[in-house]
C-alpha cells in the first residue's frame, strides 16, 4: 500500500467535486467553496485556465448588447479586476466588425491569467488536484458516487455529493453514461484553432488598416493557400507588442485521440505558414517572427449534454425569457465552418440579450450532477453563441452556487438533488454576487 494516505484504498471526501478547472469549472469550484461547501477541482494541467490559458485564446468577448447593456458580471467581473492587479488585461473596448455589427472585448495575457485563477480558488479555500486525469466515474443508479483520477502517484478515488462537469469535453458525464445531444462530425462540429503568439509588432502600422485593407490581405493569404482561414484576428498582448493570432482552422472531432493527436500536429504547421504570410505580406509585421504555440490546440465544440432542458438558437434569437434563467448573454451566433475561409454569423439587435435556464445545466439522465461550460445542454447553433467566455464563466458562477445549495440540502438528509434547488434562492443569491440574469 503506498506510505501517501491520498493514494490507494484512502478516499478523498468533497461536497463538491469539479472535473475539468477551465474558467467555467474554476468559477463554479469557487463560487461553490464561497458559499461553504468543500471543493475538490480536478484539472489535466498544472494550471488551470483550459482553451483561455492552455489554448491561449487571449480574450473575452461579449460583456454587454450592442448599446451598452451589461449582461455579464459577477465572478467573471473578478477576474478581470485580478488580472488588473497583476497589469495583465487591457482597458474593455467596444467596436464595430466587418460584417457592421457590435463586438465588445477585454483582451489579456493567458499565462498571467493563470495566476488570477490561482489565488481565486486559494482564496476560496477550493482544494485543486492538478496534473489529474479523470479516469472513470462510479454511480448507483441515477447517481455519481464518486470517480476515480490518474495522478503522478497514482490512482485517487474520490467521493462526491454532487458532480460538476466542466471538462469541455464532457468526459466525466460520458463515464457516467449520461445521454448526449447528436455530436456531429468533422464537417458540422466547429474546428479547432492552434492559436499562436507573433511579434513584434508595430500597431499603430497594423492597427491603421482599415477593415477592407485586412478582408483583402486575409483573402490574399488564403488564396495562396498560406492561411487556413481567411482571417487575420488577433488580441494584442498586454505586456508587449506581440498578439495571439487565431487564424487556423483544423475540422475534427477532438473527441477522437488519434485526430486531436494529427490536429495538434497540423495546427503547428498551419500556425508556422500563417506567420511567415504575416512577417512578408503584412504592414507592421515585418519584423514578427513565431513566438510560442497554445499549449494545446483550442476546441470550441465537443460533446453537449442532453439536459432537462434543450437551449435552442430560436430562443435565443426571440429571446425566451426562462423562469429558471441563470445567466444571460449577448454575444451572436458565430459558426466556423470546419473548411473554407468563411463564418456563419447571425447578429443581434442592438439591444438584444439571451437568457440560460438552470435546467440546461442538468443532465437528463442524473441527480446529483451539473454541467458547465461549452458541454451545456444546447443545440448546436445555441452553442456556437453562449461558448464564450464570459457566458461560460458566469454559467459556472451559477452552477457553484446551485452545487453547493443542493449539498448543503443533503447535509439536512435530503439527498444531494440538483432538481431541489429553490431558484428563486439561487437566483437571488446570483444577484447579490453582482451576476446579471437577463
Ligand atoms: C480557438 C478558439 C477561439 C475562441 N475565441 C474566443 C474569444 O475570442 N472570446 C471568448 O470569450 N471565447 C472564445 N472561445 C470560446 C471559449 O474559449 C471556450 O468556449 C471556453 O473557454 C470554454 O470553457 P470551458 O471551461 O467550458 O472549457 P475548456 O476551456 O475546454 O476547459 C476544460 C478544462 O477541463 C480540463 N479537462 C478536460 N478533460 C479532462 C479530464 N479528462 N480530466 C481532467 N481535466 C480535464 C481541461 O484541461 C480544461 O482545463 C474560443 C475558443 C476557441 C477554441
Known sequence: MSANPNIGSHVIEADVVVCGGGVAGTMAAVAAARQGASVVLVERYGFLGGNATAGAVAQFNSWQTGNGRRVVAGLADEVVARLRLYGGARAHESFVMSTGHHMDR??????????????????????????????????????????????????????????????????????????????????????ATMMFRFGPIDFDRFGALTKAQLAELAARGYAQGQLARAALHSSRDPYSTDGWFNI??????????????????EGRRQAWKAAWFLTNSVPGCE??????????????????????????AEELLKPVQFPDAIAAGAYPIDIHPASGGA????????????????????????????????????????????????????????????????????????????????????????????????
Open 106 to 191: 477585454v483582451e489579456y495575457a493567458p499565462e498571467v491569467l493563470k495566476l488570477a485563477l490561482d489565488d481565486m480558488v486559494a482564496e476560496a479555500g477550493v482544494r485543486p488536484l492538478l496534473h489529474a486525469n479523470l479516469l472513470d466515474v462510479e454511480c448507483e443508479g441515477r447517481r455519481v458516487v464518486g470517480m476515480r483520477v490518474l495522478t503522478k502517484g497514482g490512482v485517487l478515488r474520490l467521493r462526491a455529493g454532487v458532480l460538476v462537469d466542466a471538462s469541455g469535453d464532457m468526459d466525466a458525464l460520458k463515464q457516467a453514461g449520461a445521454r448526449f445531444l447528436e455530436l456531429g462530425d468533422n464537417e458540422t462540429l466547429q474546428p
Open 248 to 265: 487556423s482552422r483544423l475540422g475534427i472531432d477532438a473527441t477522437d485521440p488519434m485526430a486531436l493527436g494529427a490536429a495538434e500536429i
Open 287 to 312: 519584423d514578427g517572427r513565431l513566438r510560442a504555440f497554445a499549449t494545446q490546440v483550442g476546441v470550441r465544440e465537443t460533446r453537449r449534454v442532453e439536459g432537462d432542458h434543450v437551449l435552442t
Open 343 to 438: 463564418l456563419h454569423y447571425v447578429p443581434m439587435d442592438a439591444d438584444h440579450a439571451y437568457q440560460i435556464p438552470y435546467r440546461s445545466l442538468i443532465p437528463s439522465t442524473l441527480d446529483n450532477a451539473l454541467v458547465v461550460g461549452r458541454g451545456i445542454s444546447a443545440s448546436h447553433e445555441a452553442l456556437a453563441a453562449i461558448r464564450v467566455m464570459t457566458i461560460s464563466m458566469a454559467v459556472g458562477h451559477a452552477a457553484g452556487i446551485a452545487a453547493a445549495m443542493a449539498a448543503r440540502a443533503a447535509d439536512a438528509g435530503m439527498g444531494v438533488q440538483v432538481r431541489a434547488v429553490p431558484v428563486p434562492a439561487l437566483r437571488e443569491a446570483l444577484v447579490r454576487g453582482g451576476a446579471v440574469l437577463g
